[in-house]
């Protein structure tokens, strides 16, 4: 079965930065787009970034300069780096992936992790 785990997320000043991470697991035969969302409350879920497998990337107009997305195709984990917070980044992020298992193509959720961004 496959699995997303997200880990990084947390509270963090104005300024301040984070890493999120996204490893996935289970039978996976191939890893394609893989990319971050995130919903803040009372919105709906929105792109933050996205990488291909070759590595290209697009990034949310809110999000470019700030916020950088690499993935480590050996390790199955795609990252996000975020700087320069601020409180208008504070949502429930969430792991995207494309992935071909051994009984499934599709995509793939993780369970998401909340970043708080105080003024």
């Known amino acids: 079965q496959v699995q997303l785990v997200e880990s990084g997320g947390g509270l963090v000043q104005a300024g301040g930065s984070l890493r999120l991470s996204c490893a996935a697991s289970?039978?996976?035969?191939?890893?394609?787009?893989m990319g971050w969302y995130r919903q803040a409350p009372g919105k709906q879920r929105e792109l933050v970034a996205v990488i291909t497998r070759g590595d290209i990337t697009n990034y949310a107009d809110s999000v470019k300069g700030r916020f950088t997305i690499s993935r480590d195709n050996a390790k199955k984990t795609v990252y996000l780096q975020m700087n320069s917070l601020t409180p208008e980044d504070t949502a429930v992020y969430y792991c995207?992936?494309?992935?071909?298992?051994?009984?499934?193509?599709?995509?793939?959720w993780g369970q998401g992790t909340q970043v708080t961004v105080s003024s």
């Open positions: 289970g039978r996976i035969f191939s890893l394609n787009d």
């Open positions: 995207n992936a494309n992935i071909m298992s051994t009984s499934h193509y599709g995509y793939y």
